[in-house]
């Protein structure tokens, strides 16, 4: 089974940025849609971005011109680049390798990490 492993969350001021990353040990992202969803407790888990194998950029309208999403195939990683950075943007993150992709260009299936918390400060 494979286990996506986040990192790069922390605490920031309002204003600030953070770099999360998504590895994949032992496992290949090359051929599958990458994303980046977000969730607090008693909250559904919410889409935030994602990058199909070829490139294309996919973002939420709350983080859209605010937030980028990479990858580099050759090294199994994912990032989100997260600038601009508002309370609101509190949750943990979570990458997802899309086992399908849905009529928006978006992960509708996903393998899961443990998540990467991030904290807003105003």
């Known amino acids: 089974q494979v286990q996506l492993e986040e990192s790069g969350g922390g605490l920031v001021q309002a204003g600030g940025s953070l770099r999360l990353s998504c590895t994949a040990p032992?496992?290949?992202?090359?051929?599958?849609?990458m994303g980046w969803f977000r969730q607090n407790p008693g909250k559904e888990r919410e889409f935030v971005a994602s990058?199909?194998?070829?490139?294309?950029?996919n973002y939420a309208d709350a983080v859209k011109g605010r937030f980028a999403i990479s990858r580099d195939n050759a090294k199994n990683t994912v990032y989100l680049q997260i600038n601009s950075l508002r309370p609101e943007d509190t949750a943990v993150y979570y990458c997802?390798?899309?086992?399908?992709?849905?009529?928006?260009?978006?992960?509708?299936?996903?393998?899961w990490g443990q998540g990467t918390a991030v904290t807003v400060s105003s």
């Open positions: 997802c390798r899309g086992r399908s992709t849905g009529a928006a260009g978006r992960p509708t299936t996903c393998d």
């Open positions: 032992g496992r290949t992202v090359s051929n599958y849609i």
């Open positions: 990058m199909s194998w070829s490139g294309t950029p």
